[in-house]
Nanobody
Framework: QVQLVDSGGGLVQAGGSLRLSCAASGRRTFSLYAGGWFRQAPGKEREFVAAITWSGGTTNYADFVKGRFTTSRDNAKNTVYLQMDSLQPEDTAVYSC??????????????????????WGQGTQVTVSS
């Protein structure tokens, strides 16, 4: 089992920045897991935000965050990050990280669908005021 703990959310004004963290425990091989970020706003479905391979060599981003958000990881700390810049009110949502063993991934880079992930964090609230 892998346990994921999201943190770093909060209230920020439009144009501001936040850095989310996803700390993993329970598996020494977490460095071999791909990591993903998803968000869910009230009344909306969960949507893909960003993902990163175990090495950090490949990333995927949703079109609406390209150029504003950056995902990275520090395998020595078993942590995946989401740096969010130029935040807008429409970015308000609960953000959750997810992980899947790399050997259980389909080819084509880190997954963008929630069903592809095996483990989930509890989520952290991000609120952007106008």
């Amino acid at each position: 089992q892998v346990q994921l703990v999201d943190s770093g959310g909060g209230l920020v004004q439009a144009g501001g920045s936040l850095r989310l963290s996803c700390a993993a425990s329970g598996r020494r091989t977490f460095s071999l897991y791909a990591g993903g970020w998803f968000r869910q706003a009230p009344g909306k479905e969960r949507e893909f935000v960003a993902a990163i391979t175990w090495s950090g060599g490949t990333t995927n981003y949703a079109d609406f965050v390209k150029g504003r958000f950056t995902t990275s990881r520090d395998n020595a700390k078993n942590t995946v990050y989401l740096q969010m810049d130029s935040l807008q009110p429409e970015d308000t949502a609960v953000y959750s990280c997810a992980a899947v063993p790399s050997w259980k991934m389909a080819a084509g880079g880190p997954p963008t669908k929630p069903a592809s992930y095996h483990y989930w964090g509890q989520g952290t609230q991000v609120t952007v005021s106008s």
